[in-house]
């Protein structure tokens, strides 16, 4: 992966995590 594809998926992944329903479910992935 590109550094600029690396940057497209972490910006697509901080976009996901503002909303509450999926930064939880993520939590939860990390436990």
């Known amino acids: 992966l590109s550094r600029e594809r690396v940057r497209q998926i ?12 999926v930064a939880s ?4 992935w990390l436990r």
Request: zero cysteines.
């Open 25 to 28: 479910r993520l939590k939860g």
């Open 10 to 21: 972490q910006t697509k992944a901080m976009r996901k995590l503002r909303r509450p329903q």
